[in-house]
């Protein structure tokens, strides 16, 4: 028994020589491999422009009851249905609105003025020997795809943004969000316009029909001072109710009209600034080092894997061919 035990434990010991010696015997090609990994590893490092990220951290001031599906879900829970609560309605907007490439457009003058602290910036952009007008859209659709939200906890939003300048990462973390405030409020602003255009319509129509219908009913008081036959009973009687629908009507549409009118002074969103973003630092010396090094190690531990997998096929295929 301690023979049978003396021999499988000196053949593990055989077979893990045998490894390190087959490891051993191929170290010019796995040093070969390994040192290619690392030079394009520090070519990456040291040759391309290293994407700089800034993000600036807002909070959304929204007022009670503001929210656009809240009134669709109250609606929706009468007939037994139920919204998905993890459904972030102004995340999703918001993320429409930062797709969108006329949202970056007013940006470019800014980004672009002579008073930039990048003077090149326009190069780095690759759009200083574009038209005007394939200009702004290359430099939007290069915004757009740089910026990056995300919804963290409670009403806190971080906005990132990944560019190749730090000074422009930075001030487009920043922009975006007075950008978004803009936005929102100008929309905000034109939806209230429109609403307020169609009640004061509806108003105007109201106030036409009750002051027909009270003068019919005014007029017919004056002509008629005994009711006391069914007919003109139930002339009074319908002229009455024909004014006090239209009265209701038009008391509606005024206190509607009157609402829409606070509202509009009060913005449904807004977005402050809890924390600006910094200017990002370029990546150290010792980092990017310490890549390489990472490189030149994990292509070593490749290449080892790579060598005792392909011996252990080798292996198979010739037990296969003896038998």
Known sequence: MENSNQGSASSREIDLLEIVTLVWNRRAWMFISAG????????????????????????LREEKNASPLEAWGALAEQFGYRLHEEVDPLLSMVERVLGSEDFFRPMMPMVLSSGHPDSSLSRLLQVDTLPDGDKVEVFTAKMARSVRLKHEKDDAYTLTVRTKI??????????????????????????????????ETELRKNRIELDSISGDFRH???????????????????????????????????????????????PRYFFEIFSHAKLPKP??????????GMAFGGGLFTGAIVVILLEWLVRIRRRGGEA
Request: aromatic content about 14%.
């Open 283 to 292: 990546p150290s010396i010792f980092r990017r080092l310490s890549w390489i």
């Open 36 to 59: 290619v990994l690392a030079v394009t590893c520090a070519m990456v490092q040291f040759l391309l422009a290293p994407k700089y990220r800034a993000t600036a951290i807002f909070v």
């Open 220 to 266: 017919f008081l004056e002509f008629n001072k005994d009711f006391s036959s069914p007919l003109l009973n139930f002339q009074y009687l319908r002229l009455k109710r024909e004014e006090s629908i239209s009265t209701e009507k038009y008391l509606v549409t005024m206190k509607a009209y009157q609402s829409v009118k606070i509202s509009a002074s009060q």
């Open 166 to 199: 730090p000074h422009l990462s930075q001030f487009l973390a920043d922009a975006v969000v007075d950008g978004l405030n803009s936005y929102f409020a100008a929309r905000q602003k034109r939806e209230e316009i429109r609403k307020l255009e169609f009640l």
